[in-house]
């Protein structure tokens, strides 16, 4: 998978390249790259950026956000559910909803008439083997063809999560140019310019891997961080709190009170520098 996704970014990059440093929408990329990586893992296969079914799916998937704000009960609800959502048009443009379940159902009966049980492809694949031995068992399992087409759907409501963090890692690294220039630095330490990046990298690589911690930490959990902080102000009442402010955690130990996101990643990025916590 880390090939494919290698693969991927290489495409990413040749769209960006493609620009000659003019400014651009970096969304209108990032949709179909990310949801191509989740295409390799479901489907096995990627589709060009200029194909109309990459274009209906990718207009999807960008509404999906906005239909998920108001309706994300919908999201786990049974298929039959969520159609009717779609039909009365309380999901936006049905018409897209419904191809990208006829783009699921062709994908799905492709696979079943190409499958090889000593060859297992991608999820699909893997999940129809499994169906196949649990049916034989328990002709009602939930194993069935309704919660595959389920499972698509959520992987790639997955992909919105990642594109959309993705962003906000952009975002984060325009704003703190400081903290850009450090990882330009320790990109170009190990892995250079004649290869490509690899998973491994992430282990000699501490304040980048600091960075997108501490990014995550921002876009997914920063009301949680809050609560946090002010359950801690309640327990340490000479521990002054005020707003914005943040209690870092390492290995359930609070090693510091911080107001700023960069203060954040400095702290965390240093401490994996020297290779450890700080003495007691």
């Known amino acids: 998978m880390e090939v494919k996704i290698t693969d991927e970014i290489h495409y990413l990059i040749k769209r960006i390249d493609e620009t000659d440093g003019e400014p651009m929408n970096i969304h209108e990329v990032l949709v179909p790259s990310v949801s191509n990586i989740i295409m390799q893992l479901v489907f096995g296969h990627r589709y060009e ?7 209906n799916l990718d207009q999807t998937l960008d509404q999906m956000p906005h239909v998920f704000n108001r309706f994300g009960f919908l999201a786990t609800a049974p298929v039959w559910l969520a159609r009717i959502a779609f039909k009365m048009g309380l999901y936006g443009d049905h018409k897209k909803f419904d191809y990208s379940y006829q783009l ?15 060859t297992k492809r991608d999820y699909i694949d893997g999940y129809l083997m499994e169906m196949d031995v649990r049916q034989r068992k328990d002709p009602n399992s939930n194993f069935n063809m309704k919660r595959l087409q389920a499972n698509c759907r959520t992987f790639f409501g997955g992909s919105v999560t990642i594109r959309t963090i993705t962003e906000w890692m952009l975002l984060f690294a325009v704003r703190y140019t400081e903290h850009q220039k450090r990882i330009h630095e320790e990109i170009d330490s190990v ?7 690899c998973y491994a990298d992430r282990l000699h690589m501490p304040f980048t891997q600091a960075f997108i911690n501490e990014g995550l930490v921002q876009v997914l959990s920063r009301g949680l961080i809050i609560l946090v902080s002010v359950a801690k102000h309640q327990l340490h009442n000479n521990v002054g709190y005020a707003r914005h402010q943040y209690f870092v955690y390492i290995h359930g130990f609070a090693i510091g009170l911080v107001n700023t996101f960069d203060k954040i990643v400095d702290l965390i990025g240093d401490l994996h520098l020297h290779n450890g916590l700080p003495e007691a």
């Open 49 to 55: 950026y200029n194909e109309p079914t990459r274009q």
């Open 104 to 118: 699921f159902d062709k994908e799905i009966s492709s696979h079943q008439k190409s499958l090889d049980l000593n």
């Open 191 to 197: 892995v250079g310019r004649d290869r490509s990046p």
